[in-house]
């Protein structure tokens, strides 16, 4: 089964309007990270969020907002007012256990295109 | 203060070579983990060392090596090289568990 689940290959929307990327997962820990990040075409990952399994509120990072829905097992990213500049690979990732190890799986990915 | 640095950016390969990619994380990190992205493969994760111990493998063949010297650079290394390895190979830094910075990439062909 896949472990983090992104269903959308492909989205658009239109600058300055506010999109929603969907990432499901799959854990039996009870301690977990979830990552977003960009990739743009020159193929740098850019670490856009965080939210751990045991923070209260969802987390925000400027246009960046991750709503995580723990009991759906979802952890879905949020752009606001979209710019030309968010066309990008975006990337759901999750860190399992505790610990200090830093394995990440990755979802599949999302392309966002920004329009005018 | 500066991001992670990978070098180089670039190289061409012939099959049956070996090559040695490098990875300089942020100051301060001591995690460095190596993953591998391919068009039908996604991002795979290779290894990650910790204070010059491998401490997570992913399943990779034996071709692929690393290491982690006492100032966190990181080597990765891959002998007998298919033309399944032309991949994007990303490293990335942390110091904690609620972060993971990536560099730029190696993007490596093989022909």
């Known amino acids: 089964a896949q472990k983090i689940t992104q269903t959308q290959p492909g989205m658009f929307v239109q600058e300055k309007e506010a999109v929603t990327l969907d990432c499901t997962y799959d854990?039996?820990?009870?301690?977990?990270?979830l990552f977003w990040y960009k990739q743009p075409s020159s193929g740098e990952m850019i670490f856009l969020i965080y939210?751990?399994?045991?923070?209260?509120q969802n987390a925000t990072e400027g246009r960046y907002s991750l709503n995580f829905q723990k009991a759906r097992k979802s952890a879905n990213l949020v752009i606001s007012a979209s710019q030309l500049g968010d066309s990008a690979m975006y990337f759901c990732?999750?860190?399992?256990?505790?610990?200090?190890?830093?394995?990440?799986?990755f979802g599949t990915g999302t392309r966002l295109q920004v329009t005018l | 203060k500066a991001g992670v640095t990978q070098t180089p950016r670039y190289l061409i390969k012939t099959r049956g070579q070996q090559v040695t990619l490098s990875c300089s994380p942020i100051?301060?990190?001591?995690?460095v983990s190596w993953y591998q992205q391919t068009p039908g493969q996604g991002l795979q994760f290779l290894f990650e060392y910790f204070s010059e111990t491998q401490r997570n493998k992913g399943n990779f063949p034996g071709r692929f090596s690393g290491r982690q010297f006492s100032n966190s650079r990181s080597e990765m290394n891959v002998s007998t090289l298919e033309l399944g390895d032309s991949a994007l190979y990303l490293c990335?830094?942390?110091?904690?568990?609620?972060?993971?910075?990536f560099g730029p990439g190696t993007r490596l062909t093989v022909t």
């Open positions: 990732a999750m860190r399992e256990g505790t610990g200090t190890a830093s394995k990440l799986t």
């Open positions: 854990t039996s820990d009870q301690s977990y990270g």
């Open positions: 990335a830094s942390s110091s904690g568990l609620r972060e993971q910075y």
């Open positions: 939210q751990g399994s045991y923070d209260e």
């Open positions: 100051s301060g990190h001591r995690s």
